[in-house]
C-alpha cells in the first residue's frame, strides 16, 4: 500500500482580515473542514482556492489561475464543472484526499433581498472519502468499498481490540473481534478503502508498524467517537431502538468500534442516513486465519504487482452480477472453519453441476439483474436518480424470474433458503414501481418523463397541455363554434392579449346580445372588422398550459419521493433479497467453474486429512493452456497422519530451480482455501480436514523503507510462522535460509524443520536445496522425503514437474543458468568449478580453492577460428551452389565429392 499520509492542513487555512465576503464565507467553511480539500459551489463550477488550489491542480493536471487578492498576494484558484464533478472526484479519491463538498443552500433571489452586496448562503453538504463514496462511476461493480473502524478499550481483564466494517454502498455492516497481533492481518482479510481510528490508537508505538503498512488508509480521528461510555447510546440513536442489545451482545471494544463507524458516517453525510444492515458478529474462528505474507504471496485478490489479472479470483470468477462478485472475493478472502457450513456450500454447487439446465436458466435471469443494494443505498442518501428506481424494479422482478426457475426443485439447503428469502419480498413493491415507472427513464429526475403514462391522471392532462396545446386549443374552439354556430370564429394567441376568440363584426350580436352572453364572453378589445373576447375557461386554460410544464415536473418530483420513501421502508427485505441472488450467482458460477475445469468435490472433515490426488494449480493451469496449450502436470499431495498417528505429516521437498516446487507449494495452499470457501478443487480427488490458520513463505522480497533486508524480512516470517502455528495449520515453507552464509541458512532451515515437527505438530510441506537435510527423515517420524523429478540429457536439464518419492542429490544451478542465457564462458566456468568443489579436492579451504582455480578472467577462453580447410572435397563443397541444384545434380555431386575424399590422403 502506499506509504503517503494525508497532507494536514490546518496551518494552510488562510485567515479572513481584509477578505470580500465570499472570501470570508470561504474561509469560514474551510477552516471548519481543515483536512478536506473544498469543492466550493459557485454557479456551475466548483471552485477550490489557496492551498486546496495548489493540491487540486497538480491532482487533476487541471489550469491554476488566480482571483483576487488576499492580504496583498494573489489568490490561487482552479475549477471544475458540476456535471462532470464524479470524475474529478474519483481522481482525488483514488489518490487518498477527502473532499468537502459545499453548495449554494439558498436561492440567490433571496440573497438578493439582503442587499446587493449579500452572499448566497452556502454549507458542506457531505464529505467524501474513500470509504464513504456511493456513485456509481467510483465504485467497481465486483468490488466492496468497505470503512473500518477499529476500536480498542485498554487497561483490566478488557484489554481489547475490535474491527466494525460498513460498506455504505450496500448497507454491509459487521464487528469482530481482534488483538494487537492480528490486527493487521484482520484488517488486510476486509481489505477496506479507509480505516478510522481514535488519535491516541494511531500515534501507539506498539502499532505503528500496523499504521505504516496500511499508509494514507488510516485516517485518525477524535477519540470522543469511539468513547465506549456512550457508545450504545449513539449505537440505538442511529438505528432509532432503544437499545442495541436487541442485535446481539457486544464487547466494550466491539460497541466502541461500531459507534466509531455510524458516528463517521453520521459525520460525512450530514443531514442523510444511508440505509445500514444492523450489525452482525463474527465469530472468532469462523473464518481461516491467513496472515499478510500469506494473503500477498498466494495473490488471492490481486498480484504482487497490484493486478487483478494473475490472481485467484480473477482465475475463478465466472459470476454474472455485481453483488455475486462481490459475495465469491469475501468467501475466497475469508473461507470458512466448520464443515458443516463449509458442505452446505458444496451442497448447492454440486447441484447446479447435476441440474445443467436449471443452472442455465438461472443465470440467463442473473444477467439482467441489476445491483439493487447500492440503488437502494443511493436513494435512501438522496443521490439517487430515476434508474436506480428501475433497477430495483428490474431487481425484484429478477428475483421473481429465479425463484420461478427453482420452484419444485429437490433444493438443499442454502439455495431453499435463498428461495424463501426471495419469496419474502414485498410483491406490493414490484407492481407499484412497474405501474409507476416508464420503460425507458432519464438519468437525473429534473429531467421528468419518468412517470409512464396512465398512472396519475393529473400528471397526464399537464403533459398533454406541455405537449398538444395546440390541439387542446383546437378542440375548444370546435366546442365554442358549435355552442355559437359562428363558422368563423378563431381562438388565437398574441403576446399582448394571450389566448383570445376572434369573431367578425357581424357575429358580434351573438357574443353581446343577452346577459348570458354577456357573463360567458368576456369583451377585451373592438377590431375595424373583428372582435376580441376571452372566457373564464380560456384564460384558466391559458394559465394551465403556461405552467403545465413546472407543474408536470413538481407532480413528476412528488410520485419520485412517495417510490422513494415506500422502497426505503422495504430496505431490509431488499438487501435479503439481492443477498439470496448473490448467493445463486456464485453457487451457479462455481458450478460453471467446477464443470469447465475438471474440478472435484472436495471431503471436507474435521479431521487432521490432507490427501490430494491430481491436484493443479487453478491459475498456472489456465495460463498454460492460453499462452502454450500445454497441460498442467498434475500432482499428489498426502500430509494425511499415519493411521496410528495424532500429527499430521511434513514433506521435505528437494529438487531444482525452475523444477516447479513453487508451483507446488502454492497449488496446495489454494486448493484449501478453495475447499474452504465451499468451491470444488483443481484435483482427481481431494480429503481435507478444515485448516483454521494457513501460513506461507515463498518468495524474496525487502522491506528497504522498515529497514529490512530480504533475509531480516524472511527471518521475521519465519518467526511468526513458527510462533502462532499449530495442531490444525498447514504451513507452506519454502528455502528458508538462503538469505544468509550456506551452513548459518542450513543450521536455520534444520532447527525448524525440527521445531515445525515437533513442537506446531503441524501438516507442512518444507522446500529446500539444502540436501543434508534429508537426512533428517531417519530421524523425525512424520518427516518424508519428496523431490521434484528432472532428467538430463546429454549435458542438459529436462524439468519433469514431477513429485516423487526420494530426495535430490544436486539443483542443477548450473543448467537452469544455462537456459537463462548467462554467456556460455560463465556456464563453462561455472561447470569447472562446481566439478573441483564436488570433488573436494580443496579439502574445504578457499586458499587451496584460488589456488587450483585461478582468476576467472585468466581461464576465458578465446574463441578460436575453426581451422583452415584446403582440400579438395572442402574447396568443391565451397563451390557448390545448393539453392540451385536438382536432386539428380545433387546425388551426382555426392558421388563426386565421395570419389574425391577416397583420393585425399
Known amino acids: ?409 429437490m433444493l438443499p439447503e442454502d439455495l431453499k433458503a435463498a428461495c424463501e428469502t426471495i419469496a419474502a419480498l414485498p410483491s406490493s413493491l414490484a407492481d407499484h414501481l412497474h405501474r409507476a415507472l416508464d420503460d425507458e427513464l432519464p438519468l437525473l429526475k429534473r429531467d421528468g418523463g419518468f412517470v409512464r403514462a396512465g398512472y396519475h391522471g393529473e400528471l397526464d392532462e399537464m403533459r398533454a397541455l406541455r405537449d398538444q396545446s395546440r390541439r387542446v386549443i383546437a378542440a375548444m374552439e370546435r366546442d365554442l363554434v358549435e355552442e355559437t354556430g359562428i363558422r368563423s370564429l378563431k381562438i388565437r394567441h398574441n403576446n399582448v392579449l394571450g389566448y383570445y376568440i376572434e369573431v367578425t363584426a357581424n357575429h358580434a350580436e351573438v357574443m353581446t346580445g343577452s346577459d348570458a352572453a354577456k357573463a360567458r364572453f368576456i369583451h377585451r378589445q373592438t377590431m375595424a372588422n373583428a372582435m376580441r373576447f376571452t372566457t373564464t375557461e380560456l384564460a384558466g386554460l391559458e394559465t394551465k398550459i403556461a405552467n403545465a410544464a413546472d407543474r408536470a415536473l413538481t407532480i413528476e418530483l412528488g410520485i419520485f419521493e412517495k417510490l422513494v420513501a415506500e422502497t426505503v421502508s422495504h430496505a431490509d427485505a431488499i438487501r435479503a433479497g439481492a443477498a439470496a441472488l448473490a448467493e445463486f450467482d456464485v453457487s451457479s458460477a462455481l458450478a ?48 494425511s497422519p499415519e493411521e496410528s498417528g495424532r500429527y499430521g505429516a511434513i514433506w521435505l521437498l528437494t529438487g531444482p530451480n525452475m523444477g516447479g516446487k513453487s508451483t507446488f507449494l502454492r497449488q496446495n495452499a489454494l486448493i484449501a482455501i478453495l475447499a474452504q470457501m465451499g468451491s470444488f478443487v483443481p484435483a482427481r480427488e481431494a480429503h481435507i480436514g478444515v485448516v483454521d490458520r494457513l501460513f506461507s513463505r515463498v518468495g524474496a522480497s525487502d522491506d528497504l523503507a522498515r529497514g529490512r533486508s530480504t533475509f531480516m524480512v524472511e527471518m521475521v516470517e519465519t518467526a511468526a510462522i513458527l510462533n502462532q502455528a499449530g495442531l490444525r495449520s498447514l504451513v507452506i515453507l519454502d528455502e528458508i535460509g538462503r538469505g544468509t552464509a550456506t551452513f548459518d541458512g542450513l543450521s536455520i532451515a534444520w532447527a525448524a524443520v525440527e521445531y515445525l515437527h515437533e513442537k506446531n505438530c503441524c501438516r507442512a510441506i518444507f522446500a529446500t536445496h539444502f540436501h543434508e537435510m534429508t537426512a533428517l527423515a531417519e530421524k523425525l517420524s512424520r518427516l518424508h522425503n519428496v523431490t521434484m523429478k528432472v532428467k538430463e540429457w546429454e549435458g542438459d536439464v529436462v524439468f519433469l514437474h514431477e513429485v516423487g518419492k526420494g530426495a535430490a542429490d544436486r539443483s542443477y544451478g548450473v543448467q537452469v543458468a544455462r537456459l537463462a542465457g548467462l554467456p556460455e564462458a560463465v ?79
Open 1 to 409: 500500500m502506499n506509504q503517503e499520509t494525508p497532507i494536514r492542513r490546518e496551518s494552510a487555512v488562510p485567515t479572513a482580515a481584509g477578505a470580500t465576503p465570499m472570501m470570508e464565507q470561504f474561509i469560514e467553511i474551510k477552516s471548519a473542514n481543515p483536512d478536506s480539500l473544498l469543492f466550493y459551489r459557485m454557479g456551475d463550477f466548483y471552485e477550490l482556492f489557496f492551498h486546496d488550489a495548489e493540491i487540486a491542480s497538480r491532482a487533476l493536471g487541471i489550469t491554476l489561475t488566480k482571483r483576487g487578492k488576499h492580504q496583498g498576494e494573489d489568490i490561487p484558484m482552479c475549477g471544475v464543472p458540476v456535471h462532470a464533478a464524479d470524475d474529478y472526484l474519483q481522481k482525488l479519491i483514488a489518490q487518498g484526499h477527502r473532499v468537502a463538498v459545499c453548495e449554494q443552500v439558498e436561492d440567490p433571489a433571496e440573497a438578493r433581498k439582503r442587499g446587493s452586496k449579500s452572499v448566497v448562503r452556502r454549507d458542506v453538504v457531505r464529505l467524501v472519502t474513500p470509504g464513504t463514496i456511493t456513485e456509481e462511476k467510483l465504485l467497481a461493480p465486483s468490488e466492496a468499498n468497505f470503512l473500518m473502524s477499529l476500536g480498542r478499550v485498554k487497561g483490566g481483564a478488557d484489554n481489547a481490540y475490535a474491527l466494525a466494517w460498513i460498506d455504505i454502498s450496500t448497507g454491509t455492516f459487521r464487528v469482530a473481534e481482534s488483538s494487537a497481533d492480528r490486527l493487521l492481518a484482520d484488517v488486510l482479510r476486509v481489505d477496506p478503502r479507509e480505516l478510522i481510528l481514535a488519535d491516541p490508537v494511531y500515534h501507539d508505538p506498539e502499532l505503528r508498524g500496523v499504521f505504516d503498512v496500511l499508509g494514507r488508509v488510516a485516517n485518525p480521528q477524535p477519540a470522543t467517537l469511539f468513547d465506549s461510555a456512550s457508545a450504545a447510546g449513539r449505537v440505538a440513536r442511529f438505528f432509532d431502538v432503544a437499545t442495541p442489545d436487541s442485535f446481539g451482545t457486544f464487547s466494550r471494544a466491539e460497541l466502541s468500534a461500531i459507534a466509531g463507524a455510524v458516528a463517521y458516517v453520521e459525520k460525512t453525510q450530514i443531514s442523510e442516513r444511508p440505509p445500514l444492515a444492523r450489525p452482525e458478529r463474527e465469530e472468532n474462528g469462523a473464518s481461516l486465519f491467513i496472515d499478510p505474507a500469506t494473503r500477498a504471496n498466494l495473490e488471492l485478490v490481486r498480484t504482487l504487482s497490484g493486478n487483478r489479472d494473475g490472481s485467484l479470483l480473477k482465475a475463478i470468477d465466472r459470476t454474472v452480477t455485481g453483488g455475486g462478485a462481490r459475495l465469491l472475493a469475501e468467501r475466497l478472502t475469508a473461507p470458512l472453519t466448520d464443515p458443516a457450513a463449509i458442505n452446505r456450500r458444496l451442497d448447492s454447487v454440486s447441484f447446479l453441476i447435476v441440474e445443467t439446465r436449471l443452472g442455465e436458466a438461472l443465470r440467463e435471469v442473473l444477467k439482467g439483474a441489476p445491483d439493487m443494494p447500492r440503488a437502494l443505498s443511493r436513494l435512501a442518501l438522496n443521490r439517487g436518480g430515476p434508474r436506480d428506481l428501475g433497477a430495483l424494479r428490474g431487481g425484484l422482478e429478477a428475483a421473481r424470474l429465479a425463484g420461478e426457475a427453482l420452484a419444485g426443485a
Open 592 to 639: 460453471i467453474l467446477a464443470a469447465q475445469e475438471n474440478y472435484c468435490r472436495p471431503e471436507m472433515d474435521d479431521g487432521l486429512a490432507f490427501r490430494i490426488e491430481g491436484g493443479r494449480h487453478p491459475v498456472v493451469e489456465q495460463a498454460l493452456r492460453r499462452q502454450l496449450a500445454d497441460p498442467f502436470v498434475a500432482n499428489d499431495c498426502d500430509l
Open 827 to 905: 556456464v563453462e566456468r561455472a561447470r569447472e568449478v562446481l566439478h573441483r568443489l564436488e570433488e573436494g579436492e580443496t579439502s574445504g579451504k578457499a586458499e587451496r580453492l584460488v589456488d587450483d582455480l585461478p582468476l576467472f578472467s585468466a581461464t576465458v577462453r578465446k574463441e578460436q577460428p575453426a581451422p583452415a580447410r584446403d582440400d579438395a572435397v572442402a574447396q568443391a563443397l565451397a563451390a557448390l551452389n545448393l539453392d540451385e541444384m536438382t536432386p539428380r545434380e545433387a546425388l551426382e555431386t555426392l558421388y563426386r565429392m565421395r570419389e574425391l575424399a577416397q583420393k585425399s590422403p
